[in-house]
Structure formats: structure tokens, C-alpha cells
Nanobody
Framework: QVQLVESGGGLAQAGGSLRLSCAASGISSMLIMGWYRQAPGQQRELVASITSSGVTNYAVSVKGRFTISRDNAKNTVYLQMNSLKPEDTAVYYC????????WGQGTQVTVSS
């Protein structure tokens, strides 16, 4: 069974931190793992991605504040979010690229001003 399960979302104050986790199961050849987010009425956008060799990519809006990492032994990808801003409020989705593309169901992140 293929699963991408996100956790770690919640409510934070501006300037605070959260760490998101995405645990993958039943998936092989995960060449790239990434995080997207979608705010109400907005398009879904790429936040960060990481290749199997550790090469990372970030959206300009989060660069320097967010850090993506992966633990291949645990089949898990993380998103450490620091210096949170109200505009970071969105549903965050985990995505896996490999032989196929898979999406998680999303986790809500809310940042109050």
C-alpha cells in the first residue's frame, strides 16, 4: 500500500517554528521528495524539494527560513520552518517523485500575527 502521511502541522505565532514530517511507505525510487503548500484561493506552489543525493531547492519566499531534509533509512522527509510569518499559513502537502508521483493528504499550518 502506498502512503505519504504528513504530521507536525498546527498553530504558531509569527516568529515561531514548526517541523513537518512526511513518512513514506510502499514507495520505491523516490528520486525527489518535496513540500508544496496551498492557501485558500491560491494556486498550489512548491516550497522545497530534495533529491536522493541531498540537493535542495527552495522557493524564494522561504529561503533562509525553511530547511528540508530526508532520512532515507526511515523513509521520511522533514520541513523545519523557522521565523514563521502569517503568509506561511496554508495546507502543506508532501510529494514524491519516482517511477510514479504520489501526494500526501496535507497538514494545516496556521500562523497568527
Amino acid at each position: 500500500q502506498v502512503q505519504l502521511v504528513e504530521s507536525g502541522g498546527g498553530l504558531a505565532q509569527a516568529g515561531g517554528s514548526l517541523r513537518l514530517s512526511c513518512a513514506a511507505s510502499g514507495i520505491s525510487s523516490m528520486l525527489i521528495m518535496g513540500w508544496y503548500r496551498q492557501a485558500p484561493g491560491q494556486q498550489r506552489e512548491l516550497v522545497a524539494s530534495i533529491t536522493s543525493s541531498g540537493v535542495t531547492n527552495y522557493a524564494v519566499s522561504v529561503k533562509g527560513r525553511f530547511t528540508i531534509s530526508r532520512d532515507n533509512a526511515k523513509n521520511t522527509v522533514y520541513l523545519q520552518m523557522n521565523s514563521l510569518k502569517p503568509e506561511d499559513t496554508a495546507v502543506y502537502y508532501c510529494k514524491s517523485w519516482g517511477f510514479s508521483v504520489y501526494w500526501g493528504q496535507g497538514t494545516q499550518v496556521t500562523v497568527s500575527s
